[in-house]
């Protein structure tokens, strides 16, 4: 069975993979860096799974692939309120398209101006933690939790959404 993942994201692939791994242990897993057709930093849950979706549909021409995963991270507005906000889509080759959201968090005001003035969240972190390449780890979300969830554990609740729906899905068939 083969996985194709809209990315080269660790914190990304490390979900799918982790995931993945307990329902098809005979996996194997393809990363394909694909655009989400978004902006840089989505701005809201809508485009976000935009993004998560076209990032999984661009992945269905390989006819030997199961399945294509997108994995979107971004942020929404609430209130006055900015909160990490993240999507994921699971597109089938037969066409069919699953999506799921994860976990929320409110983001600090400093780093909520940044990314109002076009900033993406990534960087901004990177300047906020005086540290490099953040998404690829615990992200914003790790930092914001002191660690208690990672990035990858958050898409790791996404996979297991995408994963319980197309199962169930073939289930009803």
């Given at each position: 069975m083969k996985?194709?993942?809209?990315?080269?994201n660790k914190a990304k692939t490390k979900a799918v993979q982790t995931i993945s791994r307990m329902y098809y242990p005979d996996a194997s897993f393809v990363n394909k860096e694909v655009n989400s057709l978004v902006s840089a930093q989505p701005m809201s849950n809508e485009e976000t799974r935009q993004g998560a979706i076209n990032r999984a549909k661009q992945l269905m021409g390989h006819q030997d692939a199961v399945f294509g995963i997108g994995l979107e991270g971004g942020?929404?507005?609430?209130?006055?309120?900015?909160?990490?906000?993240?999507?994921g889509a699971l597109v089938t080759n037969n066409g069919d398209i699953f999506t799921a959201t994860g976990a929320g968090i409110?983001?600090?005001?400093?780093?909520?101006?940044?990314?109002?003035?076009?900033?993406?969240?990534?960087?901004?972190?990177?300047?906020?933690?005086?540290?490099?390449?953040?998404?690829?780890?615990?992200?914003?979300?790790?930092?914001?939790?002191?660690?208690?969830?990672?990035?990858?554990?958050?898409?790791?609740?996404?996979?297991?959404?995408?994963?319980?729906q197309y199962e169930l899905s073939k289930k009803l068939l």
């Open positions: 996985i194709i993942i809209g990315t080269t942020v929404q507005e609430i209130d006055g309120i900015m909160y990490i906000c993240n999507w409110p983001l600090p005001d400093e780093i909520a101006k940044k990314l109002r003035a076009g900033a993406e969240l990534g960087p901004v972190m990177d300047v906020y933690t005086n540290r490099k390449g953040i998404r690829h780890d615990e992200g914003a979300i790790g930092v914001f939790t002191d660690g208690l969830i990672t990035r990858s554990m958050m898409f790791e609740h996404i996979m297991y959404l995408l994963i319980g």
